[in-house]
């Protein structure tokens, strides 16, 4: 019995191997093999990717690339870069890479090239920015536009704020940005607190356009803006769409010409590079964004065409892998040693667990093996006056992600060498530890010694760029987002659909009603009626 998974050839031998290694220590590997700080890295597209302090031989290493071969990755890599209908629960392409793919050049869905389509989006967003920017897009009492809400929740909220944040450095500062997701009315209250509906342009991003908590954002946004500005036909200057459901648009009362559409084919947490990026195109402006298209495309590239041996996200993916399945860490960590990065772990968030969260394979055979980590992070330095504690000296192994720049945006020394040396302290701190004799040998009393005792042994990533301009974020979203492919082939799991979160919303909308009309009937479990209860009153 068991999963072609778990009974393959390479699985056994992943697992055999385990045995042989689990016990050997990141000191004693540095120290036999002393080049392997520079041995076990790659340095493409701009990132040099340090994966020396892992719990991996070479023999790992060639093991893992063996199960990624014996899994079919690259048939399946091509498959997904082809257009094929690889999300096969919902019968479409997973085509997110079309969207930052050069002009000119053609990637068929259904029998047609959707480059160009692609690129018709981008110019009408890139012109819609510069007339915002310009002041030529005016507010229905003829002033200038100053203040951006983007409504969207999950993929159409989480890439926007985050790239952003990322590239706030980047963006132009006359106008401010508000990011609108939860259906928590004191979201959408904050966020307009102080704006000027007269002044004020509305983004409702939405794949579906039905998703509850931005239609229900958008609907209070319309009632704000039309409290201020009267006039229905006001709408029109205020109110644009991202969507892929122009129907819906329209009923909402968006003109469709103020529409800026992507396709099925692009996942919600997927889609930060297309239309949805919007807000982000209008804060860099058109030549930045096509900047951060390039870097995505970039990585997009590299992950097709580099050997396994070689490949970044394949790497990556293979080393989650490892501690997720052989050495049964349930965490990964993001660490991002620059403060404009501070949203890229919710992001990830999404990215990595919405995909990968997933318990049966494709042929639908509940997987006998674990899947998708949980993924988590803060920036450096601040993480490591919190929780650092636990992956220093805690009982858990929790793999880590550094992630730093060799040049901040700001110059202010001494911070960035504070910083960075911080970042790299950590990870030679997590991977040697420090001994009994070590710390003995520093006078410290026997009956204190075991508490000021670091293990070690504990595995990091670094990755290192130049500077966070907006082709390096592209880099890294590509770079992460393939990695979660390379598990999700892997697993035999399908990451481009989100079936988990349906059962929620819609016992929200049995709830709904019955929080409103008071005396209805309530047949739940007796927690759940407890709980209506309470709330009605
Ligand atoms: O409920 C999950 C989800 O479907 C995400 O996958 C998606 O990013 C988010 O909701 C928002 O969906 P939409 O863009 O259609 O409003």
Known sequence: MGSTLTNSGSWKSLQAHYGTIKNLHLKELFEKSTDRGERFTVENVGIYFDYSKHRITEETLDLLFQL??????????????????????ENRAVLHTALRAPEGSTIMVDGHNVVPEVHAVLNKMADFSTKIKSGKWKGHTGKRIKNIVNIGIGGSDLGPVMAYEALKHFSQRDLSFKFVSNVDGNDFAEAVQGLLAEETLFIISSKTFTTLETMANAQTARSWALEYLKDPEAIAKHFVAVSTNEKEVSKFGIDPNNMFGFWDWVGGRYSMSGAIGLSTMIAI????????????HQMDEHFRTAPLAQNISVIMGL??????????????????YDKFLHRFPAYLQQLTMESNGKGVTLGGEKTDYETGAVYWGEPGTNGQH?????????????????IGFKESLNHLPPHQDYLIANMIAQGEA??????LDEVKAEGIPDVLAPHKVFGGNRPSSTFFLDRLSPENLGKLVAMYEHSVFVQGAIWDINPFDQMGVELGKVLAQNIIPELQQKDSPIHHDSSTNALIKLYRG
């Open 68 to 89: 990624a071969k014996e899994r079919g990755l690259e048939a399946k890599r091509e498959a997904m870069f082809s257009g094929e209908k690889i999300n096969t629960t």
């Open 285 to 296: 402006g058109p030549e930045h964004y096509h900047a951060m298209l390039n870097g995505l």
């Open 319 to 336: 080393l989650g892998l490892w501690y997720n399945n052989f050495f049964g860490a349930q965490t990964q960590a993001v660490f991002p």
């Open 386 to 402: 919190s929780f650092y504690q636990l992956i220093h000296q805690g009982t858990k192994i929790i793999p880590s992600d550094f």
């Open 430 to 435: 997590l991977a040697f530890g420090k001994t």
